[in-house]
């Protein structure tokens, strides 16, 4: 069965300092992957979302960047966090398909407060 | 325009009754999918049911249903004998397949369990 890594869990950093969120994706081949931030209360907004190696769609300009480096890894990264960059991040995977039923799955989470 | 519209904020419900979550969507492609996922306070995401844009009948998953009306373009979720775990936020989600790679989520509906 598929499983959808995030770490870490929570994350309490300074305004200013840089970010690595990684997200990685087991049991299947080929995932789509996707960013999505959540403020307190809110829906999602998708950041990012990859459909394979090196292949990344920004959705909102702002001060993070995504990489993929390897098939299941998704990294989502900031090199100055800002203020607005707190929230909840939430990675996701679907497959690379349109069938019935195909439906995005999420990981835990990492909640982000910057200070 | 908006893809999905959730115009319910939030809502109570007594514990055992039944309760409606409104979702309406908005799409020129006649093949899409709709989703509906619960958000607890912890932060999962958790999807909950799926309705194809060709399905001849309602989707139904234990105490889930989608009630949907494709003429008038609405996927709305009911929820039968509430229980005070359903207390959540709830996201109405769609795929399109002309362009599936992307997932569009409404605001999301807060829906409080009343013991």
């Known amino acids: 069965s598929q499983t959808i890594h995030q770490w870490p869990a929570t994350l309490v950093q300074p305004v200013g300092s840089p970010l690595s969120l990684e997200c990685t994706v087991e049991g299947t081949s080929n995932p789509n992957l996707y960013w999505y931030r959540q403020a307190a209360g809110r829906g999602l907004q998708l950041l990012f979302y990859s459909v394979g190696i090196g292949q990344i769609s920004s959705e909102v300009p702002q001060n993070l960047s995504a990489s993929r480096p390897q098939d299941r890894q998704f990294i989502l990264s900031s090199k100055k966090l800002l203020l607005s960059d707190s929230g909840f991040y939430l990675c996701?995977?679907?497959?690379?398909?349109?069938?019935?039923?195909?439906?995005?799955?999420f990981g835990p989470g990492t909640r982000l407060t910057v200070l | 325009a908006q893809k999905i519209t959730q115009t319910q904020p939030g809502m109570f419900v007594q514990e055992k009754e039944a309760v409606t979550l409104d979702c309406t969507y908005d799409?020129?492609?006649?093949?899409?999918?709709l989703f509906w996922y619960k958000q607890p306070s912890s932060g999962e995401m958790i999807f909950l049911i799926y309705?194809?844009?060709?399905?001849?009948q309602n989707a139904t998953e234990g105490r889930y249903s989608l009630n949907f009306q494709k003429a008038r373009k609405s996927a709305n979720l009911v929820i039968s004998a509430s229980q005070l775990g359903d207390s959540a936020m709830y996201f109405c989600?769609?795929?399109?397949?002309?362009?599936?790679?992307?997932?569009?989520f409404g605001s999301g509906t807060k829906l409080n369990v009343k013991p």
């Open positions: 989600a769609m795929r399109e397949r002309n362009n599936f790679n992307k997932f569009y």
């Open positions: 309705q194809g844009s060709y399905d001849q």
């Open positions: 996701a995977w679907s497959a690379d398909s349109f069938t019935s039923t195909d439906t995005q799955y």
């Open positions: 799409t020129s492609d006649p093949s899409y999918g």
